[in-house]
């Protein structure tokens, strides 16, 4: 009897390690083969803080959906004074919603600064940057996906 517990225990952590393997963390490019992202709750207090040099960075998800050749979601806590980087041509749409702070946005050379509650729209082919004006942190949550008809660059 207790080898057969050992036995279904051992090829229940087994597959369970498998199937977690699986599951995409942090991609770059959707392909026709990587898992599909299924609906999930993420939570805060797991999410794994990244320093980079203009603040920190979590990543939440990033992978292709069942609609979607790719979804990504990261939130980011901007220092004050600092930016998201030089000015870039996205192909891809992407939403920002400011959590705290204050956030200037620059787009195709028109910037608006906007606080908490703000949500800010990127078109395809947009020149962006986001920059924090202020004296505190500023966080604010990215989504950016990819569809069938996202240009190729």
């Not at 225990?9 to 498998?18: D, Y």
């Not at 950016?144 to 190729?152: A, C, D, E, N, S």
Request: proline share 7%.
């Amino acid at each position: 009897m207790n080898t057969k517990i050992i036995f279904w225990s051992v090829a229940l952590v087994t597959l369970s390690t498998t199937l977690s393997a699986q599951t995409p963390t942090n991609t770059t490019a959707a392909s026709s083969n990587q898992t599909k992202l299924l609906s999930a709750v993420y939570d805060w207090e797991k999410m794994q803080p990244t320093q980079v040099s203009n603040g920190v960075r979590r990543v939440v998800f990033d992978g292709p959906t069942a609609t979607l050749d790719k979804i990504n979601c990261h939130i980011t806590t901007l220092n004050p004074g600092q930016q998201s980087g030089e000015p870039r041509l996205h192909v891809q749409e992407e939403v920002v919603i400011v959590k705290e702070g204050t956030i200037e946005a620059t787009f195709d050379g028109h910037s608006e600064t906007v606080g908490p509650g703000s949500v800010i729209f990127f078109a395809s082919h947009a020149t962006t940057r986001l920059r924090n004006p202020g004296k505190v942190p500023a966080t604010y949550t990215v989504i950016y996906y990819y569809t069938p008809l996202t240009p190729k660059k």
